[in-house]
């Protein structure tokens, strides 16, 4: 795949599956054999059935759940983007019970694709941040 495929297929994982709940999408945009880097919650599955778990739980905690990509980099088979993301805690996330509170945080993403697929992904996540405005952190 060119450059400019790899761009637009890693940019498709957080504004069409993430942004419209197109769980379907993610056998299309990922490799069977995809190995997460970045820390999935505990008690999750490996590879791709971890991500449609963890996808599945952010949108149904998260219903209104919107990324925008800020940027997205690419060189070779190795892509990299930053997004800032929204929802409105509606449901359980990670034991914390509904808010009702608006949220915002900012990821960074790595990823590794074969073949237009993502092979491989590491990330980094404003945890603390999203913590605090759930209000279970000072």
Do not use: C
């Not at 509606?90 to 608006?102: A, H, L, N, R, Y």
């Not at 790595?110 to 603390?128: C, N, P, S, T």
């Amino acid at each position: 795949m060119s450059t400019e495929q790899n761009k637009a297929n890693f940019r498709a994982i957080p504004e069409h599956i993430l942004n419209t709940g197109d769980f379907d999408a993610i056998d299309q945009l990922f490799t069977a054999d995809y190995v997460d880097h970045a820390a999935l919650p505990p008690g999750l599955p490996d590879g791709v059935e971890g991500v449609k778990v963890f996808f599945r739980m952010l949108r149904s905690a998260f219903p209104d759940l919107h990324y925008t990509v800020e940027v997205v980099l690419a060189e070779g088979d190795l892509a990299a983007g930053h997004v800032s993301v929204t929802g409105t805690h509606k449901g359980e996330f990670m034991g914390i019970p509904p808010t009702g509170k608006q949220l915002r945080w900012t990821e960074t993403h790595m990823g590794r694709l074969v073949d237009g697929k993502l092979a491989e992904h590491w990330g980094d996540y404003d945890q603390l941040g999203m913590l605090q405005q759930l209000g279970v952190m000072g």
